[in-house]
T-cell receptor, first 109, second 113 residues
Framework: GIQVEQSPPDLILQEGANSTLRCNFS?????LQWFHQNPWGQLINLFY???GTKQNGRLSATTVATERYSLLYISSSQTTDSGVYFC???????????FGKGTLLTVNP | KAGVTQTPRYLIKTRGQQVTLSCSPI?????VSWYQQTPGQGLQFLFE???????NKGNFPGRFSGRQFSNSRSEMNVSTLELGDSALYLC????????????FGPGTRLTVL
């Protein structure tokens, strides 16, 4: 099956700093999503981005499908950005997402 | 639109018991997926349903089962609970296919004593 690897596993920032999270996937996919898990456990969908670049406020994401990686950029980080960021990929008709192990982001005031 | 809802939010059971968790998808969404999250194994796919049909099942024992009703609501059942079944169980819905944009519910936190 598809393998998804995320880096770094942990990241500590000061408020206002920028960061880049990376997601590598092992096979061609037609689905790549980024999620933020808040302290209460809810997964919030950030981007559906099988290819190309998208931006939403201070967050943006780029997926280069031919090279099998995706990047999530967080600019001017805020303490509310803290939490775990997951990428997940899926392909074909197996109707499931395979998640990476996540990046734990801590933004200090 | 209301989001994905899951009930109950918290549950404590003892080994050997069985449990049923419920998930109501976003109105109009026909695909429902279930995931188990544990500190050791991370997020793992359990199963996906569409129009009352299970289209894929993850690598879990037969004690884990599910179903979907005609109104797209879904339930999952775990029989003969084991300590290792303690986890956060997350349900997600999407409009059609199980790999469209997924919208997750708040989860059910199951503790097995």
């Amino acid at each position: 099956g598809i393998q998804v690897e995320q880096s770094p596993p942990d990241l500590i920032l000061q408020e206002g700093a920028n960061s880049t999270l990376r997601c590598n996937f092992s096979d061609s996919v037609n689905n790549l999503q980024w999620f933020h898990q808040n302290p209460w456990g809810q997964l919030i969908n950030l981007f559906y981005i099988p290819s190309g670049t998208k931006q939403n406020g201070r967050l943006s994401a780029t997926t280069v499908a031919t090279e099998r990686y995706s990047l999530l950029y967080i600019s001017s980080s805020q303490t509310t950005d803290s939490g775990v960021y997951f990428c997940a990929s899926g392909g074909g008709s197996n109707y499931k997402l395979t998640f990476g192990k996540g990046t734990l982001l801590t933004v200090n005031p | 639109k209301a989001g994905v809802t899951q009930t109950p939010r918290y549950l404590i059971k003892t080994r050997g018991q069985q449990v049923t968790l419920s998930c109501s998808p976003i109105s109009g969404h026909r695909s429902v997926s279930w995931y188990q999250q544990t500190p050791g194994q991370g997020l793992q796919f359990l199963f996906e349903y569409f129009s009352e049909t299970q289209r894929n099942k993850g690598n879990f024992p037969g004690r884990f089962s599910g179903r979907q009703f005609s109104n797209s609501r879904s339930e999952m059942n775990v029989s003969t609970l084991e300590l290792g079944d303690s986890a956060l169980y997350l349900c997600a819905s999407s409009p059609v296919a199980g790999t469209d944009t997924q919208y997750f519910g708040p989860g059910t936190r199951l503790t097995v004593l």
